[in-house]
């Protein structure tokens, strides 16, 4: 079952912030909301799990979002829903969040599915005022949320063991805020933390649950490819 909602005028959320300052004070009161105290979902529970990703046309200045669900054991999709609209806010590292959170929501909302968990491509704790989307996207929906990102962003890790499963902490000097998860021998780890209502242990529990044969989690391959081709049908 799929769903669009193809409104390229993108009206924004009254009072969605326009300046860095604006921005930054929103983080700021929103940090405080999010819970780090709960274990979350179990990676061996039957749930549904969904990856949200987005995708950019900056000369039009239009921002595509995909959110795919699925079957947390079998991996098959089970609903996928997009959303277009137009970027959000200026490109600002620490930020970024607020480019695409309106445009994701929209995608959110089109599932029938109810989620157990969302899968970000990007960060949660593990952001300079840990607060990345992972976190953001956590507090408005009240979902359990995690990041699984393609880099450590501006933290530094050990490199861990050879084998899937292998894994070091994330740090910001002495501060764990995530950790390098290897999922596939041989291949570069990547770097999950969490945003809302999951504990460390079960959103690297997930990442693992989540890839089959790829280095990133199937909700976020599923996610990408989709909202590459809801931005290429809007472009068109």
């Known amino acids: ?45 039957p749930l549904v799990v969904v990856g949200v990703d987005v995708a950019y046309d900056d000369e039009r200045d239009v921002v595509a979002a995909a959110a795919v669900a699925l079957d947390s054991l079998t991996l098959e999709v089970v609903d996928q829903a997009t959303a277009v609209g137009r970027v959000a806010f200026p ?16 995608a959110l909302d089109g599932l029938t599915a109810t989620p157990g968990l969302v899968v ?26 995690i990041g699984v990102a393609k880099n450590p962003f501006t933290f530094h890790h050990r490199e861990p063991g050879p084998l899937r ?8 000097g002495e ?39 790829f280095r990133l989690p199937e909700t976020t391959r599923a996610a990408d490819a989709l909202c590459r081709a809801a931005l290429r049908a809007a472009s068109g």
Request: with cysteine.
């Open 1 to 45: 079952m799929s769903h669009t909602s193809d409104d390229t005028s993108g009206t924004l959320p009254a009072g969605w912030p326009a300046t860095e300052a604006e921005a930054t004070a929103v983080q700021d009161e929103l940090r405080g909301r999010v819970v780090l105290d709960e274990p979350g979902p179990s990676p061996d529970a």
């Open 91 to 106: 490109y600002v590292p620490g930020l970024l969040a607020f480019r695409e959170i309106p445009t994701v929501l929209a």
């Open 120 to 145: 970000c491509d990007g960060y949660g704790l593990a952001h300079p005022r840990r607060f990345g989307l992972a976190s953001h996207l956590g507090v408005l929906t009240g979902l359990p949320t």
């Open 165 to 172: 499963g292998d894994m070091t902490p994330l740090l910001d």
């Open 175 to 213: 501060e764990e805020v995530g950790r390098a998860v290897r999922t596939r021998d041989g291949v570069k780890p990547v770097f999950v933390s969490v945003g809302h209502r999951v504990g460390l242990d079960h959103a690297c529990g997930f990442a693992l649950r989540l890839t089959r044969g």
